[in-house]
């Protein structure tokens, strides 16, 4: 399966995503979009996880500017939410989501990574959100996604100066979860995925659909919504079955 800007394999339970776009560093266009979307809206019947990857040396440099010299008001708003719908699709889809950082995570590239579940990055790869010295604002959702990863005062600032923050430095800050060295970085990508995979479906749900929206709540909201989602899933019989069998093992 692909699109434009897009190749999409599948290996049993994964998926692997990957953005194909290398002459441009992986710049996000139109169509590249669409098929994020397209895919994470509605992935493969017995697909439990995707890892989303990319060919060549960056994961992604961002918006591609080639597209939005020239465009109305109205034009660019709709890019803007197509944006958020696809990146929507991803963080509140249906399946996790690892994605493998290399080389430039830049403007739209950091908005894509903050929206996946898992972000494993090599240390070839360094961050930055240069929209200031372009002219323009994020348009894909990082004023709210990135800010929850590492605050908007840090987000500000990397607007303002456009400065690049290493792997290290992303690590630090909690733009990622795990540094990996190149060469090693795909393969640790499937391990995390399939383990991930053997999640239940009902904690899978609860984690992708209750938790970030419990995090948004005021606390007492967020109280009350924690618990009914813990009736929900520990009333799957898969929770019954698997801490019985955490018990029996531990016994």
């Known amino acids: 399966m692909s699109a434009e800007g897009l190749v999409v394999s599948v290996d049993g339970v994964v998926a692997r995503v990957r953005l194909s776009r290398p002459h441009k560093r992986n710049a996000l266009d139109a ?21 989303l990857t990319a060919e060549g040396d960056h994961f992604c440099a961002g918006l591609d500017l080639s597209e939005h010299v020239r465009r109305s008001p109205m034009e660019a708003l709709e890019s803007s939410r197509a944006w958020h719908r696809a990146f929507d699709a991803i963080e509140l889809g249906t399946i996790p989501v690892v994605a493998v950082l290399k080389g430039a995570v830049i403007g739209g590239g950091l908005e894509l990574a ?12 360094f961050f930055a959100l240069p929209e200031g010295q372009r002219g ?10 990135i800010t929850r990863l590492i605050g908007m005062d840090r987000v500000r600032e990397m607007m303002l ?7 290290e430095d992303g690590l630090r800050l909690g733009i990622v979860h795990e540094l990996a060295e190149a060469n090693e970085a795909d393969a640790r990508a499937q391990a995390l995925a399939e383990s991930v995979a053997k999640n239940s479906d009902a904690s899978t749900f609860a984690m992708l659909q209750s938790l970030p929206r419990i995090a948004a709540m005021p606390p007492e909201h967020g109280l009350y919504a924690e618990a009914l989602t813990t009736v929900f899933v520990q009333s799957d019989p898969a929770a019954e079955d698997r801490m019985s069998a955490f018990l029996e093992k531990r016994s």
Do not use: E
């Not at 169509?31 to 890892?51: D, E, M, N, W």
């Not at 323009?136 to 996604?145: D, E, H, K």
């Not at 100066?161 to 792997?167: N, V």
């Open 31 to 51: 169509a590249t979009i669409a098929g994020l979307h397209a895919f994470f809206a509605s992935p493969p019947a017995g697909v439990r996880v995707a890892v």
């Open 114 to 125: 903050a929206s996946c579940h898992v972000r494993l990055a090599d240390r070839t790869t």
């Open 136 to 145: 323009i604002f994020l348009g894909g959702s990082g004023s709210v996604r």
């Open 161 to 167: 100066t456009g400065r690049r923050y290493g792997a």
